[in-house]
């Protein structure tokens, strides 16, 4: 069982905000673990080993929670994570005016 704590911990070591996507959350490990890695980090060989080893413990501890985390898939959760243009389509559709046609 992952313990509160600890996904905060993680959450914050990798850079993530309250909220994040399963993309910011894979980039902000790659970008850390780029950054640290013993073969990219030109700092002290020791401390970039363990901030390795910090930053794959965090995401594994942060994947873990969200292989666990039940997905809502109810229209009104969808339509949240509508992009800009869905929206705009969503309520305009085929408007002459404000939609989405094209003049003949």
């Known amino acids: 069982m992952i313990k509160y704590n600890d996904i905060i911990e993680a959450k914050d070591l990798l850079n993530l905000p309250e909220r ?3 993309e910011e959350i894979k980039s902000n490990y790659r970008k850390l673990i780029m ?3 013993p073969d990219k980090c030109p ?3 020791e401390t970039c080993n363990e901030m390795t080893k910090k930053l794959t413990a965090a995401y594994k501890t942060i994947m ?3 292989n666990q985390y039940k997905y809502s898939f109810t229209k009104e959760e ?3 994570y ?3 243009e869905d929206w705009w389509f969503e309520r305009f559709g ?3 005016l404000w939609g ?3 003049k003949s």
Do not use: F, R, T
């Open 94 to 96: 085929n408007d002459p």
């Open 64 to 66: 873990q929670y969200c």
């Open 100 to 102: 989405n046609c094209k």
């Open 82 to 84: 509508l992009s800009v």
């Open 35 to 37: 950054q640290w890695h």
């Open 20 to 22: 994040a996507s399963m």
């Open 78 to 80: 969808i339509e949240q």
């Open 43 to 45: 700092g002290n060989n």
